[in-house]
């Protein structure tokens, strides 16, 4: 039985790649104590990771803006080739190639009932919701990884559909797993459009996969707005009009300059807690994108807050951030009779659309958000230039399955 | 041409009822030269008031927490016989008995075109929605008082299908014009649905409102929160489960103590910036409500926050509020990914049917607000016993039209 | 192990009680064969059956109007205690009472991800949805009997949080299985809601349960037609007006004297393909019901249609209805702009939601349907008292578990 | 003051253009009349036609399959300048260059208040709903023509942002009075999302709507069926798959062979009823497009029925047709758990968005549907070229505003 290798968190700023023993058909002890269930998984499958991208949620923990301990496995966008089923895996095979939605969900739960798979009851004991290789989210090991083990297998598993085909487009189905959908539901929850004008804040691979999500929906005009000059590039790459917050001016003005008018029909927070203010005023003002998305949306307009919002943060700037309590302008938001839509995106509730999209050439995915192939011992690298503001999506292929 | 007499604003925690013009068929000369639209008013009617109630929001102006200035006429809630109309008023007659929105809205515009009335481009050039008698709601006169214009008659009037039952009814049928459909807005936004458990905070009289209509809209348990134990016996009198804030206790364990568990479905924020802190710490905290409904909604559960939070507050207790910043726990939100709507109930989206819910019995709105009749000469009366924690709902009949 | 018994169709008008196996944690062999899945079922569950009640679909093949074979086990509306689990079954346990939507579901499959479970991917080769005890529904052994095996239990199976109370509302809680969902599905795809008028066409149990399921969602005035007197007085026993169809008069006319105009805001067709016609027409005029119901629903109406439409119709009194095609005034539904729902309710959308009412006190369906229970062996007379018209929704009681 | 021309139908499979009075801000006297409203319409405005397109559905007047009379006018696609305006028409003004929807609706009664304009209670004393020029829809004068009376303009008129940018779409921008939004709204009701496959039957002008709407809307797959060549290459040429219905071979299998599966997430029938069989069976079948579009359409999935069926059809193939019923296969439907949705496009509802798609690049639909321009006096020619399968949309331009 080979062994495994996955990515590992050690203190601030540091990742290493490490083994660790190859995964078994088992819930996580924390997960069977806790919710006081069986631990033998016979829901499960282990998969043969093909591809698996670094997360700029991930960077939350490497920069030391979690407890997660040294040691946290890494890793929730996967995408794999199943090579082993437990007895009750019954509609997924060896050999086929699936999307694992980052929000692991045990499919049997009045949550997931819902479609509502990002805060299944049956994941986490300490609270509902769950991730691979994230701290506090029930202690899922990371996928960025050379296998994985996903519970619930038939429910978390999208197959996609040819296998031949798959591997062509590997690049844009990776996206299935967290951004594309992530990006798609804050353009959704925003109310995004046939014809709407839209702003997107922030341009890194999350606001970038809304800004293509809101073209994919029929948005008429996409402006996105960010400080670093290389994803604004990138952002213009695929049709999106940009704003440079590091210039004069004020955001509404701005936006009249590009559209003819200060206001959208629609917005989306891709930035969240670790904002900073715009213009020259550069320091860390974890409300600010949230209060600036309001300013400039129309009455009577939706707000997308795909971008993470936390409960804690030791390394917040004041004593009520710490515990996720920001300074929002809500009497601006009632003025404007505007509606907000918070949390991790329900992934399963669109991978499946997003992915006859990809598959029928609809949505180009890969080619927006710059999707860069990395072996999985550059890992460490990949973290380090995606945090310098690389205007990359980086893609670990951990056993150089992905063509050149 | 009789007078009129209109009650007005004589500086903080002070009304009179004072004589003005009859009104004409007229737009407010703010409207016409902020907008540079026609003065003349085709499309208005004339309305004699059968009645008229006072609202909490009326109060915010009345206690000085506004920039209204001393002669704001007042009065939003108004319920009246039409007695003239203009040459563009095609579907509603002299003598017809009509409930009128407190959102004036032009039925013109792409925001009236989308339902969203409250939002109204054109009848406020300060900036979107407008309401009689209130500040900065572009300068629409006041209708706690005998007559009152009423423009773009056939969109805003709600008729009464029949003279002699509405007259019958008239104590419920004068909630339609604000508090019935507010509530109800707070209840459907935040997903109230058949079975539904749901928490009310506040049980003044849209308070009290938004629990009828979860009962209305099928909530298995519906539980409502103040310090005011008047307003709380009110609350159980039609039916609700109630919590006193004033005693010991987390709200999760008092919500456990009377469902089995310390969470709701959904919950309604009716009371808004005025807020104050929960238990014995009583001070005013104007995010208080909003923090404390999202720390007892479910994951994955919505937030109907039809409590006026406001952009301007020179009472506010700290500078941040004076400008409608308030500490929200958005990264608690964001956790259990929570959706919340703002802004003030486009009336008109519920009106009608909340009107047939009440000529066919199946909602008592007038009972579970307690509504009592005043003259109109006794407005001042009614303002002062309203602010002292009255759990009634005072309905001005300045016609004596309505039977004792 | 015990034996279990079962009731069992023998031919038209002909049903018995039989002996057949225990259950076993097995797929059926045809579904197993069909769709190339393991036989093996870790996920299924036995249950003790608590009651299981009598449908009026079961009337269908019993009236030998389809092509069920002599043989055929019966009964789908299953309410159990789980005696038994296979080792994937992680939320149920043994002593839980729980309520088994009569259509069965994998919970994996794309249909059963969008809330769908009415038309389930994976448990009937033929064609997509399944249930117990009935012909060209994938084989499954019916439930009106003493224990019956339920697949997916973790996904299938809804919990009732308390024995105790479970059992003192047990002919309440039976219903969840089919018909208050059912009619519920009727009502809310019509477009119930607060306040409007509506029109159940049928009072049998569906009918019943759709006209309370009305009363639920809010709705002003609710309407019932049928043409046996016992069925209607069993309407207005809980607050429906009525109108018998053995008289003279068109029904929009007979709409008209109850609410003073022809037509109501919704209608459900609560009867499907066995329909008569109205007045003294009284042969079978298979789209009679429905053509009627959208004579009287308002423009921009929706019609709910719960009742069954088959592909196949033996009996069937002209070429075109033996295929399922019927003369349906479409023209005249298209210049009413209505629009149409059909199809099995999807029991697992609601049954939660439906349970909470029903616990709360706010639904009472077992009071509207006239729920009334028999001893297993007496099955065949609730069969026959059933199709003589009697107002009565039979309930079996298989182990005199229920108090008299 | 100038006289005004239109074009008059003449007797089945004739028309002419015809002088007629100047219009005046009046309302038709049957309306005013049968509803009991004013005649003087101050809420009215003429507008000098710029575009104004022949409809297919104007064909079924003039092919005599209606009761139209001989000199009903004609035209309900309408795009004009604003010329004149009532004392009541705020929010127009004269050179203004409007889409004018062709559902006349007063946007003040309930089912305008719903959004339901296809179905406005004022316009038509006959029945609900109104257009211009169309026989059965209220008397108004048709806009084939060089001026035209539009009632409640504020309501009705879609100002276009800019006159310059305006004139250089207007090929784009005339769609929006029907055929465009006809088509959307086919798509959206049928559920057409993200990554949809989706089935068209019919490639005339509001087929090919429909399918460009279904690629704004992000569809994966678009597939359109005909049985006229020059139409199949018409859809083909911006990016659709199409299905020649001439040849052998069942339609379920001719989608296998696209799209590698014999069915479609959504369908739209863009036909309606005077359709004809499939294949070598030519003959009219007036279900036989709704019938298959059920049999090649997902479980679960919508229907969306652009195309029009009506109340009356003297020319029908037999006695039900005459009076709009049809042999509709609603048994598969129901089987199928589908939801039709039927009746006209309530075009207000979606023109804004879609002007906003045109104006910015996102839509071509001129392109889609091969707009071919021609003056007012070669009207005759157009309809019978179009009578004839050409595959052109033919837009009249009365004054020669539009460019060559």
New interface residues.
């Given amino acids: 039985m080979p062994d495994n290798r996955v990515v590992v968190y050690k203190g601030p700023g540091e990742v290493a790649v490490e083994s660790i023993e190859y995964p078994k058909l088992e819930l996580p002890t924390d997960v069977v104590t806790g919710l006081k269930?069986?631990q033998?998984a016979?829901?499960a499958a282990i998969l043969k990771i093909v591809t698996t991208n670094i997360c700029g949620s991930d960077q939350h923990m490497v920069r030391g803006r979690t407890t997660a301990p040294v040691g946290q496995t890494l890793g929730h966008e996967i995408t794999g080739e199943v090579v082993e089923t437990?007895?009750?895996v019954?509609?997924v095979n060896t050999g086929d190639i699936c999307s694992v939605p980052f929000n692991i969900a045990?499919?049997?739960?009045?949550?997931c009932?819902?479609?509502?798979t990002?805060?299944c009851?049956?994941v986490n004991p300490a609270?509902?919701?769950a991730a691979y290789g994230y701290v506090d989210m029930g202690g899922w090991i990371g996928g960025q990884a050379e296998y994985v083990m996903v519970p619930y297998a038939?429910?978390n598993l999208l197959r996609f559909?040819d296998r031949e085909q798959a591997m062509e487009k590997i690049l844009d189905l990776t996206m299935l797993s967290d951004i594309f959908p992530t990006g798609?539901h804050g353009a959704v929850?925003a109310g995004v459009?046939?014809?709407?004008?839209v702003y997107i804040a922030g341009a890194g691979p999350v606001g970038l996969a809304a800004a293509h999500a809101a073209q994919?929906?029929?948005?008429?005009?996409v402006v996105v707005g960010d400080m670093i000059p290389e994803r604004l590039e990138q952002a213009r790459s695929f049709g999106c009009e940009t704003i440079d917050l590091r210039l004069d001016g004020t955001l509404p003005e701005m936006i009249e300059q590009l559209l003819?008018e200060p206001e959208v029909d629609a917005a989306v927070d891709a930035v969240g807690?670790e904002a900073r203010g715009h213009g020259k005023e550069g320091d860390e003002a974890p409300?600010t994108v949230?209060?600036s998305v309001m300013e400039v949306t129309r009455?009577?307009g939706g707000l997308g807050?795909p971008g993470?919002?936390?409960?804690?943060?030791p390394g917040a700037v004041d004593e009520?951030a710490k515990?996720?309590?920001?300074?929002?302008?809500?009497?601006?938001?009632?003025?404007?009779?505007?509606?907000?839509?918070?949390?991790?995106c329900p992934v399963?509730r669109?991978n499946?659309?997003?992915?006859?999209?990809i598959?029928?050439g609809?949505?180009q995915i890969a080619k927006a958000v710059n999707a860069t192939t990395i072996p999985l011992d550059e890992a460490p690298r990949g973290y380090r230039d995606f945090d310098g503001g690389a205007s990359r999506k980086f893609v670990i292929d951990p056993h150089g399955m992905v063509a050149a």
């Fill in positions: 269930i069986k033998k016979p829901h437990g007895d009750d019954l509609f045990c499919g049997r739960c009045r949550m009932n819902e479609g509502k990002g805060v009851l049956n609270r509902p919701g038939d429910f559909p798609y929850t459009t046939t014809g709407s004008s994919v929906l029929g948005a008429g005009a003819g807690f409300a949230l209060n009455v009577g807050i993470l919002y936390v409960t804690g943060d009520g515990h996720g309590t920001l300074g929002v302008r809500i009497g601006l938001g009632w003025a404007k009779s505007h509606s907000f839509t918070t949390g991790q399963k669109y499946r659309q997003l992915m006859n999209a598959l029928s609809k949505a």
